[in-house]
């Protein structure tokens, strides 16, 4: 047979071939559709509207009747646990304060079951970013950063360490156990140091929009010159919260290093305040620490047209941010030390420590005589 007469017959075939077999597929697929609504009919009719299934939620928005979205939230419960029971007329700690007066809790060694914690928040499944910044010589804490963190941040939870830096490239490969990763994220670095600090807030909020809250429930937001010397778990997360000052926790309110002058935006008179909270320590949720650092640097930049900066920084911005929105949580000392101070009684762990700096060969000279930022935040 000569090809051209194939080629005929195969295409005077064919369509008739596919035409008996798209009308059987077609009929199989109406019988399997009918037999689908057959079955969904049969459910809702005889448990869809009581329903707690996941499947109530593809309806979403509710309009049928007697269905609540309270009805489809997961029932989450804890597993049998066994622990010393919490004595209501012998609290764990007398010696320091454990709430504040808006009821926030002041997380101190003694006053939390971290079993409990850790129970509940791997329930939740929860993601912890913990951001850095690693700018100009700087990097060179970042490698004992990470590696005590591994062993003591967070340990058995998702982290991922968000290293903000100017240097990429002298960052090398750091690989993690599962579930735990490093991003490094390359942003400008400023000439002038204070501005490197206080920039810091405004890189968080415009990560915290783009990506933060897609990847991650909570951040920490830490200084980098620190290396972490015990166990920083779950007990610190919360809405929003802040980090009592290792110099300041025992001071009257009069003699915390505020913003004094009337200019400035982040003034506070000394007949206010708290506590002092460190700058190199906040956190919460992605959507609080956005709100939290849009309005520092909001307010920085209002500063700045006014040919003013506050006289601690981002610290000075922070503080009057907890003045007028109070944290759902505050860290204890032992969550921010340095060990230039003399260790008080009450301090039974020391968690995240500073990290000695040698002001000349880390900082640029010139910087050093500016400012009373030349001493270090830590020793006023
Ligand atoms: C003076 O020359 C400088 S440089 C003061 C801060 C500098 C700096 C700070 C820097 O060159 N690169 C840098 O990445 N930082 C970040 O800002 C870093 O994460 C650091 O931990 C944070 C706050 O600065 P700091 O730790 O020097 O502040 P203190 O002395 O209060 O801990
Ligand atoms: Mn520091």
């Known amino acids: 047979m000569c090809m051209s007469r194939l080629l005929r017959t195969s295409r005077t075939m064919q369509p008739e071939r596919y035409d008996k077999s798209s009308k059987r597929k077609f009929f199989y697929s109406l019988i399997y559709i009918l037999f689908l609504v057959m079955v969904s009919f049969y459910w809702f009719i005889t448990r869809g509207p009581s329903s707690h299934s996941q499947t109530a939620i593809l309806c979403y928005p509710l309009t049928l009747p007697n269905i609540s979205r309270l009805d489809l939230l997961p029932e989450r419960a804890l597993e049998r646990m066994l622990y010393e029971q919490p004595k209501t007329m012998n609290p764990p700690r007398t010696d320091v304060l454990m709430v504040t007066p808006w009821f926030a809790p002041i997380v101190w060694d003694g006053t939390y079951n971290i079993d409990i914690l850790n129970a509940q928040f791997h329930q939740r499944n929860v ?100 290396r972490f010397s015990d166990e920083v778990g779950v007990e610190i997360l919360g809405d929003v919260f802040g980090t009592l000052h290792p110099g300041f926790y025992a001071a009257s309110r009069d003699r915390f290093t505020y913003e004094r002058r009337k200019q400035s935006t982040a003034y506070i008179p000394p007949d206010e305040g708290d506590f002092y909270y460190a700058g190199g320590y906040f956190g919460g949720t992605v959507p609080e620490v956005y709100k939290l650092t849009n309005y520092c640097h ?68 010139r910087a050093l005589n500016d400012s009373p930022k030349s001493r270090g935040k830590f020793h006023r």
């Open 127 to 226: 993601r912890v970013g913990l951001t850095v910044f690693a700018i100009k010589k700087y990097t060179v804490f970042l490698q004992r950063f990470i590696e005590t963190a591994e062993k003591f941040f967070m340990v058995g939870h998702k982290v991922n360490y968000y290293v903000f830096t100017d240097r990429p490239n002298d960052i090398g490969n750091i690989s993690l156990p599962e579930g735990r990763k490093v991003v490094i994220l390359e942003v400008p670095s400023y000439k002038r140091w204070q501005e490197v600090s206080m920039r810091r807030m405004e890189m968080i909020r415009d990560y915290s929009q783009q990506r933060f809250i897609h990847e991650v429930d909570f951040l920490v937001c830490v200084d980098v010159d620190m």
């Open 298 to 365: 909001n307010e920085m930049l209002t500063d700045k047209r006014n040919g003013i900066e506050a006289i601690w920084h981002d610290e000075s911005y922070l503080n009057k941010y907890f003045l007028y929105h109070k944290p759902t949580k505050i860290l204890s000392p032992e969550y921010l030390w340095d060990n230039g101070y003399a260790v008080p009684q009450f301090l039974k762990r020391r968690r995240f420590v500073a990290v000695p700096k040698n002001h000349n060969e880390i900082r640029n000279k």
